[in-house]
């Protein structure tokens, strides 16, 4: 964004700049919110905000050309695309869609856009999953609308990759533990995160996914057994 409020692409080769292509079709007076990669080299997803709205659109990196697919009340809509499809707030529409062509609104879940990949849209790391059960990677079909089950334990670290795969861990989640706000337990703060140190009795709440089991301990809990190295697993579907 130069002085005046305007975008641009900017590539250099071997440190020097060699081509400034300004981005054009953004509407104006529109205030940029973010900027996403996604599962695309020729494709950056740009989030802006508008007379009290929320648009999603993707600029065209080789000519600077925006066009913008979704628009809404949310102010930090999750998104997810690829060079076919782009999906935000929970509407799906085709990249190649005609102008004027209305998104589809899908069933919204409280677990997390990851990635589209071909007319893939994988979801995960939900909000809330039973207890006895693993955060799964899902993938949900953007023609037919079929669900299937990718990773059956998958969480966290799930990302877009540039040449429109999808790089996600699998493995077993090893368990949170939270404390309650008690005279007899000190915090310590580091940074953002916030460190207890136990007293000798202390009640105690163990976080397995959404599920919290309440405790009475006299001392801190046995680390869960079988929570070895994670495996990286890297899904083309197609």
Same mark, same amino acid.
């Given at each position: 964004? $130069? ?5 641009? #692409?900017?590539?250099?080769? $071997? ?15 529109? %205030?940029? +919110? ?10 950056? *997803?740009? +989030? ?16 600077? *050309? ?14 997810? &695309?690829?060079?076919?499809?782009? #999906? ?6 085709? +990249? ?5 062509? *209305? ?18 849209? !994988?979801?995960?790391?939900?909000? &809330? ?13 953007? +023609? ?10 998958? &969480? ?10 999808? !790089? ?12 309650? $706000?008690?005279?007899?337990? $000190? ?12 007293? %000798? ?38």
């Amino acid at each position: 964004m $130069d002085g005046n409020g305007a975008l641009h #692409v900017l590539r250099t080769v $071997d440190g020097t700049l060699t081509v400034d292509t300004p981005v054009t079709g953004v509407p104006a007076g529109a %205030r940029p +919110v973010l900027y996403r990669t996604g599962g695309s080299v020729t494709r950056l *997803a740009i +989030v802006h905000a508008l007379d009290g709205k929320t648009s999603v659109g993707l600029v065209d990196l080789s000519d600077g *050309a925006f066009r913008a697919y979704v628009t809404g009340d949310e102010a930090t809509p999750q998104l997810a &695309f690829n060079d076919r499809w782009l #999906v935000a707030d929970w509407k799906a529409i085709r +990249v190649d869609a005609g102008p004027g062509t *209305a998104p589809t609104a899908l069933t919204r879940t409280d677990a997390q856009l990851e990635a589209v990949v071909g007319d893939q849209l !994988l979801t995960g790391d939900p909000g &809330f999953v039973l207890g006895g059960t693993e955060a799964a990677l899902t993938a949900r079909s953007l +023609v037919t609308g079929a669900w299937a089950t990718v990773l059956p334990s998958s &969480f966290g670290g799930i990302g877009p990759t540039p040449d429109g795969g999808a !790089l996600a861990t699998a493995g077993p989640l090893q368990p949170r533990l939270e404390h309650q $706000d008690r005279p007899h337990v $000190d915090r310590q703060v580091h940074g953002s995160r916030r460190t207890p140190r136990l007293g %000798r009795h202390h009640r105690q709440r163990q976080r397995h996914h959404g599920l919290r089991v309440h405790l009475e301990t006299h001392r801190p809990p046995p680390r869960r057994p079988g929570t070895g190295p994670h495996a990286l697993r890297h899904h083309d579907l197609g």
